[in-house]
């Protein structure tokens, strides 16, 4: 069977005016055009022809000799060239753009901008990209917990945090407390693998672990204190959103820091904040 959407070796059975007709040895569908700029040179009848299959602006079944940067059921990262009422077209390396319909975008989609993107058959049998991958991805990663990675940002929830595809592969979540700092649709993040659950997704995490994290914890409020003339409104008991709006550091990141600085009699905790000890 001749499928829309893979790279496939068909032979060539007529040529014609306008280029080869091909079909495999068996024959279960109508035969396919490759057009003639196309046709490998030299090619005679019952060569085969490594070829993508797709619908062209005509919407005809057609073959091509060029590689799409992804076929269907892969994911991959495409620039958004144009747009139009229905939905936006993207780049991936055919004579066609891939179109995306508007019901499958996540968040505001920019011309010029790159998005990760899964290709799927609609309802019509036409190649379209999506947004919306969560379905397209493995839980069967290879990672093991404190495995570090790189993941692209595919949802944001503000219930539940951000969801990562790690590799642009693997289902995995940072949580909502974790999101320190503004992120987006698109981003392509760090991550440290907190725990693999039992269902195969990953629990993300964007902070290194404690001891190493405090490091560049204790260097953040350092380098605010200086800013603040020495001084900080912020001590154990400041609420958690405050801490966040203004180190981007969690209570718990915070408290374990200033608690090395005071043993290492860098720092005074008071009643109104922290601040350096005089030397």
Request: proline share 2%.
């Amino acid at each position: 069977m001749i499928n829309i959407g893979e790279i496939q070796k068909l032979k060539i059975k007529r040529f014609t005016s306008v280029g080869a007709f091909l079909n495999e040895d068996k024959v279960e569908d109508e035969d396919i055009l490759l057009p003639k700029a196309q046709i490998p040179e030299g090619a005679k009848v019952d060569d085969e022809v490594e070829v993508m299959v797709y619908r062209d602006s005509k919407d005809r079944i057609i073959a091509t000799t060029n590689k799409p940067k992804i076929t269907l059921g892969e994911l991959g990262h495409l620039m958004v060239v144009s747009s139009s009422k229905i939905g936006h077209f993207l780049d991936w390396g055919l004579e066609k753009d891939l179109f995306m319909p508007f019901a499958e975008t996540v968040g505001h989609v920019e011309k010029g901008k790159t998005y990760l993107v899964g290709v799927y058959l609609d309802k019509s049998k036409r190649l379209c990209a999506t947004m919306k991958v969560k379905d397209m991805l493995s839980t069967e990663s290879p990672y093991k917990e404190n495995d570090r990675a790189k993941g692209t940002i595919y949802s944001i929830n503000r219930d539940f945090g951000a969801f990562v595809a790690v590799d642009d592969k693997y289902d995995g979540l940072i949580h909502k407390r974790e999101l320190l700092g503004v992120y987006e649709v698109g981003e392509i993040v760090e991550v440290r693998i907190n725990k693999v659950l039992e269902d195969g997704k990953l629990d993300l995490s964007l902070r290194d672990r404690g001891y190493i994290q405090m490091d560049d914890d204790i260097n953040i409020i350092t380098d605010k204190l200086k800013a603040n003339g020495g001084k900080l409104n912020l001590n154990d008991k400041s609420s958690p959103d405050k801490i966040r709006n203004e180190l981007q550091i969690s209570k718990s990141g915070f408290k374990r820091a200033i608690g090395r600085m005071y043993r290492d009699g860098i720092i005074n905790i008071t009643d109104n904040g922290i601040e350096f000890k005089d030397k």
